[in-house]
């Protein structure tokens, strides 16, 4: 029998480039979301490090290995002494290019085994009138494949920060059933400002499902700034929770009867005539 509810968190971090500070705030992090009633945690994009891109070749590990290296390992201890799920929202991931790791979100179960892992599709080449440049694909490779896994009973579509810009890898995980997306990000304050509540709450309203959005918040080196407002969203597209602005954690509770209720109401997922 399916699970009926299950409590998400999504985490709000500032994260810095001190690698071992940075997941020492993870492990407090997860504690308290699970002591808050937490079952899955879910981490922002960039948890571990936000310096600069180039050094993230220099952290990037193998993710799902024997051979595990150090963020993994400290994620893992983490989700195992909390006894959660926790979504590691966005961490390099060493691939073929060794100067450019994938961007990667991983599902590590409370027994600390990786059952699950998405490759950030869409990576960020843009200038959005910030004064800074972001060329994410000089650091970084993307993957080529959408990622739904099973968590408690509750089908979720894992994604990563830009992603959120591209309806149709959502239209993808709502097509295989997904009942809950997860968006960890580091959405910049200028992007976000004007953008980050628009689309968390279409992705949730085009889908009816719900999206748990983990995000970054204040400044970081280089003179990076982040939007922050972790959010949690209904299949209405209600914010059931919302970050302040700190680092801190967010708990909802995922209801199967609430996304029946919405997909009830208003049927606009057997309604659609275009279809890939």
Known sequence: ???????????????????????????????????????????????ACMGKEEGRRKIA??????????????VARAATASGVYVIAGGMPERGPDPDRPFNTCAVIAPDGTVVAKYRKIHLFDVDVGDGQRYRESTSAMAGDAPICCEIGGFRVGLSVCYDLRF???YRAYA????????????????????????????????????VVAAA?????????????????????????????????????????????????????????????
């Open 1 to 47: 029998m399916n699970a009926q509810s299950i409590a998400f968190s999504a985490v709000q971090m500032n994260s810095q480039d001190d690698v071992d500070a940075n997941l020492s705030r993870v492990t407090a992090l997860v504690e308290e979301a699970a002591a808050r009633g937490a079952g899955v945690v879910l981490l922002p994009e960039n948890f």
């Open 61 to 74: 590990e193998p993710i799902g290995c024997a051979d595990r290296g150090p963020i993994l390992t400290s």
């Open 167 to 169: 309806p149709e890898l």
């Open 175 to 210: 097509d295989a059933g997904a009942d809950v997306l997860v968006v960890p990000a580091a959405f910049t304050a200028v992007t976000g400002q004007d953008h980050w509540d628009v689309l968390v709450r279409a992705r949730a309203i085009e889908s009816q499902a719900y």
């Open 216 to 276: 970054q918040w204040g400044m970081h080196p280089n003179g990076r700034q982040t939007y922050g407002n972790s959010a949690i969203v209904d299949p209405w597209g209600e914010i059931i929770a919302r970050s302040p602005e700190r680092e801190g954690v967010i708990v909802a509770t995922i209801e199967r009867a609430r996304i029946a209720r919405v997909r009830t109401q208003l049927p606009s997922l057997t309604h659609r005539r275009l279809k890939a």
